[in-house]
Structure formats: C-alpha cells, structure tokens
C-alpha cells in the first residue's frame, strides 16, 4: 500500500485469530463477543494490520442454497482504528477487497444478481455510498430499534470495485507462510 504522500506502507489482510480480538478501548463492536459466537463454517473474521498494529476487522458470512452451494455473502460488521484518521479509507476499502475476493472465488451468481450485503449504521452511510460505492437499497431493521440502511455490490460491481482499489494502490503480495 502506497499513502497519499506516496510512501509505502506494509499492511496485512489475512483470517483473524482469537488473540487478535480487542477486549476495550476505541472499538465500538464486542469483537470478544463476536468471536465466541462465530459460526465457522459459514463466517470469519479477517483483520488488517498497518505498520503493525491491528487497525480493521470484518466478519462476514457466507450463504448458501439448498444444495450447499454458496452463492451470497454478508457483511456483518466492519470497523478501522487507525491512528491517522484520513487512513480508515483505504483501510476499509482492503477488508472489503478481501472479503469480496472470498465471494468471487465462492459464487456461481449472473453479473446482476446480489453477492455482498452490507447493512449500514447512520455515521458510515456515505462511506458506503461515496467512497466505496456500493448500490444503496434502501432503510432496513439491523436490532430492534436500531434501523440501518442496506448495500449491495453485484458480482459485475463487486469486480469493478475490486480493479478501482488495484487501480489505485497497487496489487496486494501474497506472503509466503
């Protein structure tokens, strides 16, 4: 990853651990909570770290018809704390790469039908209508008392998405484990 200053920057996607789950702090989601409750056959977490320091975590689930087949995948909850604010941006953008490249490697979907949900708080819905461009679909129920408002990409928006993040800060190398 390159900063707008165009110095480059090391920051790691890859699947979560337990350890990597913040108990307090500035985290708004009970991601402890989250983890202890995970279903993994079907949801993971994946987290970004920047020079180091854990700054994003996404969980997401994947959905399948009768036949087992996946053919949807859902973003349950996203969150980035960087120290430098103005790179919660590019931060965010990479998990949803990473989570949509899980959708395009699972999902046998046309190029117009749904292949990532994403229900929005209040405070981000301009992140996902602006920045990331997401289809907005519309206010939905996330809790009781608690409305939000839906996202979509479809598997031709969803690649589109993922060349535009490419475009503009290069391929992600995969580490060697």
Not at 30 to 49: H, L, P, S
Not at 100 to 106: K, M, R
Not at 147 to 174: E, H, S
């Amino acid at each position: 990853m390159t900063t707008v200053t165009n110095i480059p920057t090391t920051a790691i996607l890859e699947p979560a651990q337990k350890e990597d789950m913040p108990v307090s702090g500035e985290w708004k989601f009970a991601w402890q909570k989250f983890w202890d409750e995970i279903d993994f056959e079907n949801q993971g977490i994946v987290k970004i770290t920047y020079d180091g320091i854990l700054s994003g975590l996404i969980r997401f689930a994947v959905y399948s018809n009768e036949n087992g087949v996946p053919y949807l995948l859902e973003v349950l909850h996203l969150e980035c704390l960087p120290q430098n604010k103005r790179l919660i941006e590019p931060l965010g953008r990479w998990l949803l790469w990473y989570v949509v490249q899980i959708g395009l490697t699972l999902s046998t979907v046309s190029k117009d039908d749904p292949l990532i949900l994403l229900d929005s708080v209040e405070d981000a819905i301009e992140y996902y209508r602006d920045v990331v461009q997401m289809e907005p679909l519309g206010w939905t129920t996330l809790a009781p008392g608690e409305d939000g408002y839906a996202f979509q990409f479809t598997l031709n928006c969803a690649k589109a998405f993922c060349q535009t993040q490419t475009n503009c800060y290069g391929y992600p190398t995969k580490i060697k484990s």
